[in-house]
């Protein structure tokens, strides 16, 4: 199984909080993303990165933004927590653009 | 812009038999990558199977394999002998030659009976 961590697991926060999520591995891939998993909507792309500091706009992108200082870390910040942000979210890392991606355990986050 | 279709929103299949999910998917693009994944209820995202668009042979791993027909923009997964622990939604996903991310169909929720 591909080395890839999540924290926190689950996390409860308050609508207007900044929340940061951090996704780990230790396969060294070039490219990490980030998605959230809805009812109704399957998963769907929040940011993901390219390389140290290259990031990029996945198609739900507002109101998260994204880092990666290290090749091993890419973290998930909600800027100022909403209800509509409640979801699972999962990171995903992958070799090169085009092969498959390998997830992570999942985030379960609410916001009240 | 890429589109996953998935028509079946659950099945129901008895255990050892063979089972088809269904994807379709809708790209301009002449190279890509389709892929299936599992998702079984304790929540984690399984790797199961990669085709690419080239690829003149339909993909097999193990008891999955790949039904790709090109010109029918169709590239449904083939679960053969089905087993209890297959129960689990199915997800359909198609990366773009270029494009660095995947775009995931809605699911299919297999359930195989005893």
């Known amino acids: 199984d591909a080395g890839i961590t999540q924290s926190p697991r689950h996390k409860v926060t308050e609508t207007g909080t900044p929340v940061t999520l951090r996704c780990h591995q230790t396969?060294?891939?070039?490219?990490m993303y980030w998605y959230r998993q809805d009812p109704g909507h399957g998963l769907r792309l929040i940011h993901y990165?390219?390389?140290?500091?290259?990031?990029d706009k996945g198609e739900v992108s507002d109101g998260y933004s994204v880092s990666r200082s290290k090749t091993e870390d890419f973290l998930l910040t909600l800027e100022s927590a909403t209800s509509s942000q409640t979801s699972v979210y999962f990171c995903?890392?992958?070799?090169?653009?085009?092969?498959?991606?390998?997830f992570g355990p999942g985030t379960r986050l609410t916001v009240t | 812009a890429q589109k996953i279709t998935q028509t079946q929103p659950g099945m129901f299949v008895q255990e050892k038999e063979a089972v088809t999910l269904d994807c379709t998917y809708d790209?301009?693009?002449?190279?890509?990558?389709l892929f299936w994944y599992k998702q079984p209820s304790s929540g984690e995202m399984i790797f199961l199977i990669y085709q690419g668009s080239y690829d003149e042979q339909n993909a097999t791993e193990g008891r999955y394999s790949l039904n790709f027909q090109k010109a029918r923009k169709s590239a449904n997964l083939v679960i053969s002998a089905s087993q209890l622990g297959d129960s689990a939604m199915y997800f359909c996903?198609?990366?773009?030659?270029?494009?660095?991310?995947?775009?995931f169909g809605q699911g299919t929720r297999l359930t195989i009976n005893p």
């Open positions: 995903a890392i992958s070799r090169t653009s085009g092969s498959e991606q390998y």
């Open positions: 990165s390219y390389g140290v500091k290259d990031t």
């Open positions: 396969e060294n891939h070039r490219y």
């Open positions: 790209t301009s693009d002449q190279s890509y990558g």
């Open positions: 996903a198609v990366s773009i030659q270029g494009a660095q991310k995947l775009v």
